[in-house]
């Protein structure tokens, strides 16, 4: 059982470049979540999918987010362009739509550092 | 200058004995609660849930209390090991959303 996987685990960027960040849910689940994570807010969500589609998009900071999942197996967080307040942790987490499943699944998360 | 930032809560113990991990939700609709463990440079890991119609519910050395009238939630860890030590969050979850709504989290850090 692979978990939840992340790429990349560590990102450096200078500011203005486009960053994107991967992953891919544990299979058979069929909701997808992106968290951030910073000394300053805690752990927030940013959006979620439910069978691929964006349900709650109203933590995406600004414009400069958005994130899709083209298919059940793959999503994708990008932030273009990026400023170094975007330097944080982010996780991705997935969880069944089984019922009685309510646990969420993070993965390692990727830590975004902005110069 | 001094940053800002979150001041998580911190609970240090001595390796053997028991810990009470605190937290208060703000939500009364909230219908089901979670902890989580996060240790450093990893994400954040499951350890126990309870819903609302229950008011305690126990796993292998944990132990989730929920007191709704207060809006209260503990997370008790028998015979804390150094293995322990990490942040704990709570979560909690309303009605059919299935997103959860994060606390700030308490630092554990057990003692030899």
């Known amino acids: 059982d692979a978990g939840v996987i992340q790429s990349p685990r560590h990102e450096v960027t200078e500011m203005g470049q486009e960053v994107t960040l991967r992953c891919k849910p544990i299979?058979?689940?069929?909701?997808l979540f992106w968290y951030r994570q910073t000394m300053m807010r805690g752990l927030e969500l940013l959006i979620y999918?439910?069978?691929?589609?964006?349900?709650?998009d109203s933590g995406m900071p600004e414009d400069r987010f958005s994130a899709k999942m083209p298919n059940a197996s793959f999503s994708t967080l990008k932030i273009q362009p990026s400023e170094p307040r975007d330097s944080a942790v982010y996780f991705c987490?997935?969880?069944?739509?089984?019922?009685?499943?309510?646990?969420?699944?993070f993965g390692p998360g990727t830590r975004l550092t902005v110069l | 200058g001094e940053s800002v930032g979150l001041h998580l809560p911190t609970l240090s113990v001595q390796e053997g004995d028991n810990s009470i991990i605190n937290c208060a939700y703000s939500n009364s609709a909230s219908d089901y609660f979670i902890w989580y463990k996060q240790e450093s440079g990893k994400g954040p890991q499951f350890i126990i849930d309870?819903?609302?119609?229950?008011d305690k519910r126990q796993g292998q050395r944990v132990t989730v209390l929920l007191n709704k009238t207060v809006k209260h939630l503990s997370l008790q860890i028998a015979a804390t090991q150094p293995g322990d030590s990490a942040v704990y969050f709570c979560?909690?979850?309303?009605?059919?959303?299935?997103?959860?709504?994060f606390g700030s989290g308490t630092q554990l850090t057990v003692l030899p």
């Open positions: 987490a997935s969880r069944t739509g089984l019922a009685g499943g309510n646990e969420q699944f």
């Open positions: 299979s058979g689940h069929n909701s």
């Open positions: 999918f439910n069978n691929n589609v964006p349900i709650d």
């Open positions: 979560a909690e979850r309303s009605g059919s959303a299935r997103q959860l709504t």
């Open positions: 309870i819903r609302s119609n229950m």
